[in-house]
């Protein structure tokens, strides 16, 4: 089973892929944490991709094909959970593109669609622990103490969820990636949930939706 999840910054797309990649043996393939790392590595490429992130800008399409296929080549053929990606029509081929080539397809494209203001909410709340990459809401699903992990990591809020940033995300994401949605709902692949319940309730509805209960 491959999929995509996709949604506006903040509707929790990474803490159901996390939950379905674990219940389901998928490889979570999370570009935005991909990038994250090679922004601080000493990649040729770090100074651009992380003056790209913070700008609110999406990196080029050339530097995440590089980053997929050499992800995937590695994945010794479980299902593949797309998370953050595609943002934009030409990565929605690519990925199929890149599937199709392993004689596989893209099965879902899972969305879970929020408010504006939701976004705006739930990022200026969120914290993610640096040691093991949870991600915490503080007033949805908070942490132990405002500070530190379940795993005593430090938690930390990341740096381009700043006001700015997250309006350029936003419409970012207007522009480029609503057409993907428009595109995969022709092609029947589209699971539209909405993503502003509890995290279980969202849970629950996705697996239905797929039929994986
Ligand atoms: P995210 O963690 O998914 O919110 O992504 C954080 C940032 O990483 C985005 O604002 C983009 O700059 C970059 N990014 C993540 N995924 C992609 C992608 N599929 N295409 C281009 N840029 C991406």
Known sequence: MNLAILGPQGSGKGTQAQRLADNYQLLRLETGKILREMAESDNPDAEEIKKTMLDGKLVSDNTLQKIIEERIESNSGSGIIFDGTPRNLIQYEL???ILKKRGENLDKVIYLEIPEETTIERLSTRRTCERCNRIYNLHTNP????EKCECGGNL????????EAIAKRLNEYRQATVPVLISAKAEG???EINGTKSINEVYDE????LNLN
């Open 143 to 146: 942490p132990p103490t405002p």
């Open 156 to 163: 930390r809020q990341r740096s381009d969820d700043t006001p």
């Open 95 to 97: 990925i199929k593109n």
């Open 206 to 209: 996705i697996t239905k939706m």
């Open 189 to 191: 692949k589209l699971v």
